[in-house]
Nanobody
Framework: QVQLVESGGGLVQAGGSLRLSCAAS????????MGWFRQAPGKEREFVAA????????YYADSVKGRFTISRDNAKNTVYLQMNSLKPEDTAVYYC????????????????WGQGTQVTVSS
């Protein structure tokens, strides 16, 4: 069992930056690949970024490539999402998720999910 808690969301102006964190419980964090997803009002949840167990492989949605960076610190049981050059269309609730298989963008394969953190980008 893994529990995930996101933090770091908030209100930011377009062009600004935020760093999201996702803290995981348990001692098996390094056994899980991690992903970030987001869901805007009235829209389906969409993939943002994923990182492999040791952090050697990263995968991004085209919409965030070059602006967002996913990273992890297995000693701290934490995964991060650094978001730069934010746009109003990045406004959403952001969720982190854990997956044993490194399924990248396939949300149905993720085993555990956090409760989400709101990110709002004003124009």
């Amino acid at each position: 069992q893994v529990q995930l808690v996101e933090s770091g969301g908030g209100l930011v102006q377009a062009g600004g930056s935020l760093r999201l964190s996702c803290a995981a419980s348990g001692r098996t964090f390094s056994s899980y690949a991690m992903g970030w997803f987001r869901q805007a009002p009235g829209k389906e949840r969409e993939f943002v970024a994923a990182i492999s167990w040791a952090g050697t492989s990263r995968y991004y949605a085209d919409s965030v490539k070059g602006r967002f960076t996913i990273s992890r610190d297995n000693a701290k049981n934490t995964v991060y999402l650094q978001m730069n050059s934010l746009k109003p269309e990045d406004t959403a609730v952001y969720y982190c998720a854990a997956d044993t298989r490194y399924s990248r963008s396939y949300s149905a394969d993720y085993d555990y999910w956090g409760q989400g953190t709101q990110v709002t980008v004003s124009s």
